[in-house]
Nanobody
Framework: QVQLVESGGGLVQPGGSLRLSCAASGSIFSINAMGWYRQAPGKQRELVAFITSGGSTSYADSVLARFTISRFNAKNTVYLQMNSLKPEDTAVYYC???????????????WGQGTQVTVSS
């Protein structure tokens, strides 16, 4: 069974920083893109950032220059460094991974359970 487990959420004041981590475990043959989404109350889930297996990155305009996505392939882990946080960044943050499970012919998308990030004074 493949699992994605996030950590690092919490309460932070505006202007502060947090670092989210997401580790994939289980019978994994390979991982393609990994990414972070977020969902605020009453809003649709939106893409925050993603990173390909080769290290190319893409960001939502709202987080550009404030958030940085990175990955450590040897540990099947993706990170999201969030700086200069704003109240509007408050949401549940979900990681995902497009990966090929051992024994499967096709890659599938897996999701973590989510971690709450609250930006408030």
């Amino acid at each position: 069974q493949v699992q994605l487990v996030e950590s690092g959420g919490g309460l932070v004041q505006p202007g502060g920083s947090l670092r989210l981590s997401c580790a994939a475990s289980g019978s994994i043959f390979s991982i393609n893109a990994m990414g972070w989404y977020r969902q605020a109350p009453g809003k649709q889930r939106e893409l925050v950032a993603f990173i390909t297996s080769g290290g190319s990155t893409s960001y939502a305009d709202s987080v550009l220059a404030r958030f940085t996505i990175s990955r450590f392939n040897a540990k099947n882990t993706v990170y999201l460094q969030m700086n200069s946080l704003k109240p509007e960044d408050t949401a549940v943050y979900y990681c995902n991974a497009d990966l090929l499970e051992g024994g499967s012919r096709y890659a599938s998308r897996y999701w973590g359970q989510g971690t709450q990030v609250t930006v408030s004074s």
